[in-house]
């Protein structure tokens, strides 16, 4: 056995046992979703794929009650899922926008040099550590438990990362080609719309998802600022609990559900994702 083929061979091995050490708990989450009550109450008996699968846990989060639980709950899935949708959706427009906007001024128009590094002081303080003076103010201007107010704070929290990564991806881009399309007689707005963005389009798909995940996984911040018209969906999973215990299997199917939209969203960009991804690591 030649040394090249047994580097392959440890390049392929360590690669499944990252992609083992990754799947385990998502297969894991997915087999509990479709269990019954008895089948995750209990440790005896744990199997890895249902003995009897079901539709119970995804009919209770999203119903309230199911057949074999005495116990019901206050509010359904759906309300957690929309507030989660919008809120989510809104932070990543709010983010995205000005954040585009703001990176290209800074990186083309030398506006503002300073305020890169203003940005990015967004993001060195804890959450614990603003979130204080965050609540007073969101209580003054009428924000609490409103789509607009998370939807606000959403938009702050990530600008920093849509700004930086969105500056990486204009940098890379020559300004000789910009130049000339002013010279053809094009506005600088135009340049822009009709030039440039098409040229980080791949960059702004990647922006757009990991914004969006951001926003989606958030739990602090939709803990501290709702209370009961718009709490999120990892608020919801964390009182999905009764008398006799934590409810694993409606977790689970909680938690299958909550991964729908970043994959479909995923999967919408995918041919720009890449590329995204890869922006500027080669040189000409």
Request: proline residues 6%; aromatic residues 12%.
């Amino acid at each position: 056995m030649t040394s090249s083929f047994r580097t392959v061979v440890l390049k392929y091995a360590l690669v499944l046992l990252a992609c083992s050490i990754v799947i385990y708990p998502l297969l894991w989450m997915v087999t509990m979703a479709f269990k019954p009550v008895a089948e995750w109450t209990t440790g005896n008996g744990l199997t890895w794929f249902p003995k009897n699968p079901t539709l119970q846990n995804f009919e209770y989060i999203f119903f309230g009650h199911t057949a074999g639980l005495a116990v019901s709950l206050d509010r359904t899935v759906i309300g957690p899922l929309t507030a989660s949708l919008v809120t989510s959706i809104c932070g990543t427009v709010l983010a995205v926008v000005a954040g585009t906007l703001s990176s290209y001024a800074v990186v083309r128009h030398r506006t503002l040099p300073s305020l890169a590094i203003s940005v990015l002081q967004l993001r060195l303080f804890p959450p614990l550590a603003v979130m204080i003076p965050v609540m007073v103010m969101w209580a003054f201007i009428g924000a609490i438990d409103t789509w607009w107010g998370l939807s606000l704070i959403y938009g702050i929290v990530t600008l920093p990362f849509a700004f930086w990564l969105m500056k990486t991806f204009f940098e890379e881009i020559p300004v000789e080609i910009e130049e000339a399309a002013r010279v053809s007689g094009s506005s600088h707005w135009r340049v822009f719309y009709r030039i440039t963005l098409p040229i980080v389009k791949p960059g702004l798909a990647t922006c757009v998802l990991f914004v969006f995940i951001i926003n989606w996984s958030d739990y602090l911040l939709a803990l501290l600022l709702t209370q009961k018209n718009w709490v999120t969906l990892p608020v919801f999973m964390s009182t999905l609990n009764s008398a006799m215990g934590e409810m694993y299997g409606m977790k689970a199917a909680l938690g299958l559900i909550a991964a729908i939209p970043p994959v479909v969203l995923g999967l919408l960009i995918q041919k720009h994702l890449v590329r995204g991804l890869t922006f500027g690591a080669l040189k000409q």
